[in-house]
């Protein structure tokens, strides 16, 4: 399997403008996270589903992130506008959703908003 | 809230030496823990997988002990090898009880350096 495959793999944007990363988990995997990492906050769980749903979205800062995944095998996390401190390196992992084992991380997307 | 405490923050030792990575966390209710590896520009590997039942775990050089009622585990690294620099993560996660049963808290990590 080729893992969690995350692109793109580095985005630079300025502020104001829509930044789109996108997510393909394992298959099989029923469960998709998305985190984000930061010096100063370490990883943070933004969002998760199970089956396509989410279950958990407490971890969304606000308004200007939203989360989708429109079917098993494709998830996106989208920040409309974005600011220069949602610069990070976003992770999607994923899971076969039983809660004793490991899930998996994607290589992640270093976001730079200037 | 559950909180996950890393001591140190970064670890430089020789090669060959054995160490120790501490992890604590504030509340004891917890479903496992976790240690991942994550190496620069990269996502992270997990290592070990404890169950709350269960004291330790190990995998080659690698130990991971679980002391619930106190908050702590620790990784173990034995004849530490240049290839061990990473960062290492622990995480852990609660009851299936609570809600958001897969969610995982997350310290800061201990950044080892393995010196030749």
């Known amino acids: 399997d080729a893992g969690v495959i995350q692109s793109p793999r580095h985005e630079v944007t300025e502020m104001g403008q829509e930044v789109t990363l996108r997510c393909k988990p394992i298959s099989g995997h029923n469960s998709l996270f998305w985190y984000r990492q930061t010096m100063m906050r370490g990883l943070e769980l933004l969002i998760y589903?199970?089956?396509?749903?989410?279950?958990?979205d407490s971890g969304m800062p606000e308004d200007r992130f939203s989360a989708k995944m429109p079917n098993a095998s494709f998830s996106t996390l989208k920040i409309q506008p974005s600011e220069p401190r949602d610069s990070a390196v976003y992770f999607c992992a994923s899971s076969n959703g039983r809660g004793w084992e490991t899930q998996y991380f994607g290589p992640g997307t270093r976001l730079l908003v200037l | 809230k559950q909180e996950v405490t890393q001591i140190p923050a970064a670890l430089s030792v020789p090669e060959g030496e054995n160490l120790v990575l501490n992890c604590s966390f504030t509340d004891s209710a917890i479903y496992n823990l976790q240690w991942f590896r994550q190496d620069p520009g990269k996502g992270l590997t997990s290592l070990l997988l404890i169950q709350s039942s269960q004291r330790e775990q190990t995998s080659g050089r690698l130990n991971a002990s679980l002391d619930k009622s106190s908050g702590r585990s620790t990784l173990y690294i034995a004849a530490s090898q240049p290839g061990d620099s990473a960062t290492y993560l622990c995480?852990?996660?609660?009851?299936?009880?609570?809600?958001?049963?897969?969610?995982?808290?997350f310290g800061k990590g201990t950044k080892l350096t393995v010196n030749p």
């Open positions: 589903f199970n089956n396509n749903v989410p279950i958990d």
């Open positions: 995480a852990v996660r609660p009851p299936l009880t609570q809600g958001g049963s897969e969610k995982l808290v």
